[in-house]
Nanobody, 125 residues
Framework: QVQLVESGGGLVQAGGSLRLSCAAS????????MGWFRQVPGKEREFVAA????????YYADSVKGRFTIARANAKNTVSLQMNSLKSEDTAVYYC??????????????????WGQGTQVTVSS
């Protein structure tokens, strides 16, 4: 069993930055793809970014490309999401996800088997 715990969310002004972290326990995630998704109340959860097990391949939603950066540290069993130039439309609950059988480009929610509890990001305009 894998447990994922997100941290780093909070309130920030538009144009600011936040760094989300996801710590995994239960087993090593070095062979799992990792992803970040977000959800606004009343809307479907949407893909934000993902990274392959090796860290070589990364994928981003068009809405965050050039502003967000996903990275992983397999030795520490963590994945991070650096968010710069934040906009009010980035306000959401952000979820970390992991899965052994996720296929490229790692953006299909149903392919992820493990999820964190989410962390709130609020961007004020």
């Amino acid at each position: 069993q894998v447990q994922l715990v997100e941290s780093g969310g909070g309130l920030v002004q538009a144009g600011g930055s936040l760094r989300l972290s996801c710590a995994a326990s239960g087993r090593a995630l070095s062979s799992y793809a990792m992803g970040w998704f977000r959800q606004v109340p009343g809307k479907e959860r949407e893909f934000v970014a993902a990274i392959s097990w090796s860290g070589v391949s990364t994928y981003y939603a068009d809405s965050v490309k050039g502003r967000f950066t996903i990275a992983r540290a397999n030795a520490k069993n963590t994945v991070s999401l650096q968010m710069n130039s934040l906009k009010s439309e980035d306000t959401a609950v952000y979820y970390c996800a992991a899965g052994p059988g996720v296929r490229e480009p790692f953006c299909i929610e149903s392919e992820y088997g493990y999820w964190g509890q989410g962390t709130q990001v609020t961007v004020s305009s």
